[in-house]
C-alpha cells in the first residue's frame, strides 16, 4: 500500500475571489435537475413499453434521491439511526487487512483510504464514487433496515443560508451533527494543500469549530481509523501514530465548519459553471476536482474541506465523516445532470488514467475495467455497468 501527501489533493495556488451565487444560478440548476429527472422517466416509460417485463429498473421500483432538507424529521432521524446502526454491526473486514476496522461503517473507511491513489483525478473517479454510495446505502437498507433514499447535501444552499443554520449541520436531533467544539482562533493557522518544487501550497482558511462534535446523531462517535495526511492548522499534516492508518486510532469526530471555502469553492454559481461549461468528461471531471495549479479546488474539494476537521481534512479517511456520503450523493448528482445534457456523447465518456494525475504513469482508463471493494461490498462490477443511475445494478434518480 503506497500512501502519499499528493492525496491531500493537489490543488495549489492562490485563493481567488469567485463570482457571489445568486438565486438565478440556483433555479437554473434546479431546472436542469427537473429536466434530467423527466428524461429519466421518459426513458424508462419508453423501455417498458417496448420490453415489458424485462430489466431490472422500472418506474415501479425507481428510487429518487433527495436533498436533506426535503426529508421530513423523521425520514432524517431514520437515516441517521441507519448509520449508527452500521457503525455497531461487527466488520467483515479481516482484522490481518486492517487491525482498526471495528464495524461496518469503517470497512467503507478502509475500503477508500486502501484505493485513494486510484480512485481520484482518474477515469473511474465518478464511476468508483457512485458505485461506493450505491453500496454504502444498500449496507443501511439491507442491514439495517433503512426505508429510505440516499439524502445529499446541496451546497448552494448552505453557501447561501450558512452552515450553522443548515438542517444538516444545525446540531439538531434530526441533523447529521453540527460543528465542533470551538478550539480555533483568529490567531489559528490556515491548512495548506499540496504543494511540490513546481507549485506553491494553496491555504484555506479555518472557522471557528475544530474540535469534538458536541451535538446530535454523531456527537458521541468514535473515528476509528487513520489519520493518512490530516491537513491541520498551520500548515501541518498529521500522520497515523503508528505508521499504519489501518490499525485502532480510536478518537472523536472532528468538524470545522467553514463557511468562507463553502461560498467560495461551492456555491450555485460554480455548481452551474461546472455543468454547462466543460463539453467533454475530463475537462468535467477536472474542474470538479480543482485544476491544479487553478488555486481552485472545485466543488468536490470544495464540500470536503467545508466539513473541515478530523477525518474531513484527511482525503483519504474522510468517509470517516458520516456527512461524505450525502456529499458525494451531490457530487453523483451533478454528474447525473451533466450526463443528461447530451447523453448520447456522456453517458459512457470516459478519460482518464488508473493513478493519481498519472502519478506513478499508467494505462488509461476503459469501460471494462473493474470496480472492486474488498471487505465492504460487492460484487466486483466493470465501469460500463456503472454509467448510467438506471442501468445495471442501480434504479435512482434525484429531485
Request: net charge negative.
Amino acid at each position: 500500500m503506497r500512501f502519499s501527501l499528493l492525496a491531500t489533493t493537489a490543488l495549489v495556488g492562490s485563493l481567488t475571489a469567485s463570482a457571489a451565487p445568486t438565486s438565478g444560478d440556483d433555479s437554473t440548476v434546479a431546472n436542469l435537475a427537473k429536466q434530467a429527472y423527466d428524461q429519466a422517466h421518459e426513458a424508462l416509460s419508453s423501455e417498458q413499453k417496448r420490453n415489458p417485463g424485462e430489466g431490472s429498473c422500472s418506474l415501479k421500483n425507481l428510487r429518487v434521491r433527495r436533498e436533506w432538507g426535503s426529508l421530513s424529521k423523521k425520514e432524517r432521524k431514520a437515516y441517521t439511526k441507519a448509520v449508527q446502526c452500521l457503525q455497531e454491526k461487527p466488520a467483515l473486514t479481516p482484522s490481518s487487512v486492517a487491525p482498526g476496522a471495528k464495524s461496518r461503517f469503517d470497512d467503507f473507511v478502509a475500503t477508500h483510504i486502501n484505493q485513494t491513489l486510484t480512485i481520484h483525478y482518474t477515469a473511474n473517479f465518478l464511476s468508483w464514487h457512485r458505485y461506493y454510495t450505491w453500496l454504502y446505502e444498500e449496507a443501511l437498507r439491507e442491514e439495517c433496515g433503512y426505508k429510505g433514499d440516499q439524502p445529499y447535501w446541496d451546497w448552494a444552499k448552505t453557501a447561501h443560508t450558512g452552515l450553522a443554520a443548515s438542517p444538516i449541520f444545525d446540531g439538531s436531533e434530526t441533523s447529521m451533527s453540527g460543528n465542533g467544539a470551538s478550539v480555533y482562533t483568529d490567531d489559528t493557522g490556515d491548512i495548506a494543500l499540496g504543494g511540490s518544487p513546481d507549485l506553491p501550497p494553496l491555504y484555506l482558511p479555518t472557522g471557528n469549530g475544530g474540535g469534538c462534535v458536541e451535538s446530535g446523531p454523531f456527537k458521541d462517535m468514535t473515528v476509528n481509523l487513520g489519520p493518512v495526511a490530516l491537513s491541520a492548522p498551520g500548515g501541518v499534516t498529521v500522520t497515523p501514530p503508528t505508521g499504519n492508518p489501518l490499525d485502532h486510532n480510536p478518537r472523536c469526530l472532528k468538524r470545522d465548519l467553514v463557511d468562507a471555502v463553502n461560498q467560495r469553492f461551492a456555491n450555485a454559481s460554480s455548481v452551474l459553471s461546472l455543468i454547462l461549461k466543460p463539453q467533454n468528461i475530463y475537462d468535467f471531471q477536472m474542474q470538479m476536482q480543482g485544476i491544479p495549479g487553478s488555486g481552485d479546488i472545485g466543488v468536490h474539494g470544495g464540500g470536503h474541506y467545508t466539513l473541515g476537521g478530523d477525518p474531513g481534512n484527511d482525503v483519504y479517511v474522510s468517509p470517516g465523516d458520516p456527512a461524505f456520503y450525502l456529499h458525494h450523493g451531490n457530487i453523483d448528482r451533478v454528474w447525473w445532470i451533466w450526463q443528461s445534457l447530451s447523453p448520447k456523447d456522456r453517458q459512457n465518456a470516459i478519460a482518464g488514467t488508473r493513478t493519481f494525475l498519472n502519478n506513478p504513469p499508467s494505462a488509461n482508463g476503459t469501460l471494462d475495467d473493474l470496480i472492486e471493494f474488498d471487505y465492504a461490498a460487492g460484487p466486483a462490477r466493470p465501469i460500463k455497468d456503472l454509467m448510467s443511475t438506471i442501468r445495471g445494478p442501480f434504479c435512482y434518480v434525484y429531485l
